[in-house]
């Protein structure tokens, strides 16, 4: 897939984490999306004015993590949101690399085996993407995270900045999905 320039630009700050891992071992998917394609509705906004979603959170499955992985993070940015300073869908993290994905719907809260972080509005929840009727489709880059930090230990409420601060120098690799929004 080709990526637009500012799209590398959004996503630099996890390529930067990624620097180090095992290059192209690490790998993410989805059975809700493809990388580049649409985005399901169930996965949505429910506004009806974003299409009337489920806000169910994506089936992610993950292959390959790196050697010495202890837990994982999640981020989904739309690069094109907030009306290009980019918005904050879901920050997931204290999840643990013995599973091999999450299920469709079952990550929008913090549960047994997830933390979910602040997302742009600053509720610790799954956020459905809802770009404005009209723009052209929105970006929805998820990047999984592999790190060396014990489950469990980082602490609660992170946002995306706070995430990314904590793991660095401790991520292993990281590999996203980009699926794209519009009506």
């Not at 690490?26 to 509705?41: E, M, N, Q, R």
């Not at 299409?51 to 993950?62: D, F, I, K, V, Y």
């Not at 660095?168 to 519009?182: D, E, F, I, K, T």
Request: aromatic share 6%; glycine share 16%; net charge negative.
């Amino acid at each position: 897939m080709h990526l637009k320039p500012w799209l590398f630009a959004a996503l630099l700050p996890c390529t930067a984490l990624a620097a180090g891992g095992s290059a192209g071992a690490l790998s993410i998917s989805s059975s809700s999306f493809t990388d580049g394609g649409v985005i399901a509705l169930q996965q949505v906004g429910p506004d009806p004015l974003c299409g009337a979603g489920e806000e169910r959170t994506p089936q992610l499955s993950w292959d390959n993590l790196p050697v010495g992985t202890r837990s994982l993070a999640l981020v989904m940015f739309d690069p094109d949101g907030g009306k290009g300073i980019g918005t904050v869908h879901w920050v997931a993290y204290n999840i643990d690399p013995a599973l091999d994905g999450l299920k469709e719907g079952t990550a929008g809260l913090t549960g047994p085996t997830i933390m979910v972080g602040r997302n742009s509005r600053g509720t610790l929840v799954y956020r459905g993407p809802c770009p404005p009727a009209g723009d052209n489709p929105h970006h929805y880059a998820l990047t999984l995270i592999a790190t060396d930090i014990p489950l469990g230990t980082l602490p609660e409420g992170l946002d995306r900045n706070g995430l990314l601060e904590l793991l660095q120098g401790h991520a292993l690799g990281a590999q996203s999905l980009v699926g794209r929004y519009g009506h």
